[in-house]
C-alpha cells in the first residue's frame, strides 16, 4: 500500500519561500510509472494543482504558479519537495502530495494516493 | 475560474439516484476523474477513466461521459456519500490539469 506523508513549517512569513517535502513509502518513486504532483485547497474551497515530477527530474508547473513553483525529487530518500517563492496570504492553504497514474487508454490520468495534507499559514 | 464547471450543490433523498456533472471543452478529448472529500480528509479517488472503480469504492459509483460533459452517478444514495465532490482533467491545452469547483452533496 503506498502511503505519501506531507511534511515542513506551519507557518510562514510573507515574502518567504514556502519548503514541503513529501515523503513515500510501500512503493519507489524511481521505479517510474507514475508522476507525483502538488495540490493545495484553500480555506473553504476548490482544488488547485499545483505541478508534478517524474523520477528522472522533467517537471511541470500550473501555468498560473509556474513563476514561483520549484518541484524537486530526491530518490535515494524516496522523497519529492515543493517550493514557493514570495509567499502571500493568498497562499494559505492545505497543501497535498499525490501520485498521479496513468490507467491507459480507458483509465485516463487520476490521482489515486494522497497524503493527509498539511495546512500552510502565511501570516507575520 | 476554473475550466471545468460543476453545480455548486446537490442533493439527493436517502435510497434515491443522483447524477453531479462536470463540463468543459477538454472533456471532448480527455477522460474525467472523480473524488470525493468528506470534511478535514483528504480527497478520495472515487471514479477514474471511462467507468473504472478502485479497490473498495462501492459499486453504486460510476461514471459516464458524453460530449463536454462527463458525470458521476451514485445509485442508492447512503447516508456516507454525503460530501464534495470533485471532478479533475487535463486543461484545454492538455499540458496540466485542472479540478472542477466542486459540488456539495447532501443525502436528506
Known amino acids: 500500500q503506498v502511503q505519501l506523508q506531507e511534511s515542513g513549517p506551519g507557518l510562514v512569513k510573507p515574502s518567504q519561500t514556502l519548503s514541503l517535502t513529501c515523503t513515500v513509502s510501500?512503493?519507489?518513486?524511481?521505479?517510474?510509472?507514475?508522476?507525483w504532483s502538488w495540490i493545495r485547497q484553500h480555506p473553504g474551497k476548490g482544488l488547485e494543482w499545483i505541478g508534478y515530477i517524474y523520477y528522472s527530474g522533467s517537471t511541470y508547473y500550473n501555468p498560473s504558479l509556474k513563476s514561483r513553483v520549484t518541484i524537486s525529487v530526491d530518490t535515494s530518500k524516496n522523497q519529492f519537495s515543493l517550493k514557493l517563492s514570495s509567499v502571500t496570504a493568498a497562499d494559505t492553504a492545505v497543501y497535498y502530495c499525490?501520485?498521479?497514474?496513468?490507467?491507459?487508454?480507458?483509465?485516463?490520468?487520476?490521482?489515486?494516493?494522497w497524503g493527509q495534507g498539511t495546512l500552510v499559514t502565511v501570516s507575520s | 475560474s476554473s475550466e471545468l464547471t460543476q453545480d455548486p450543490a446537490v442533493s439527493v433523498a436517502l435510497g434515491q439516484t443522483v447524477r453531479i456533472t462536470c463540463q468543459g471543452d477538454?472533456?471532448?478529448?480527455?477522460?474525467a476523474s472523480w473524488y470525493q472529500q468528506k470534511p478535514g480528509q483528504a480527497p478520495v479517488l472515487v471514479i477514474y477513466?471511462?467507468?473504472n472503480r478502485p479497490s473498495g469504492i462501492p459499486d453504486r459509483f460510476s461514471g459516464s461521459s458524453s460530449g463536454n460533459t462527463a458525470s458521476l452517478t451514485i445509485t442508492g444514495a447512503q447516508a456516507e456519500d454525503e460530501a464534495d465532490y470533485y471532478c479533475n482533467s487535463r486543461d484545454s491545452s492538455g499540458n496540466s490539469w485542472v479540478f472542477g469547483g466542486g459540488t456539495k452533496l447532501t443525502v436528506l
Open positions: 510501500g512503493g519507489s518513486i524511481s521505479s517510474g510509472g507514475y508522476y
Open positions: 499525490a501520485r498521479q497514474s496513468h490507467g491507459g487508454a480507458e483509465g485516463g490520468v487520476y490521482f489515486d494516493y
Open positions: 477513466g471511462k467507468n
Open positions: 477538454s472533456l471532448r478529448s480527455y477522460y
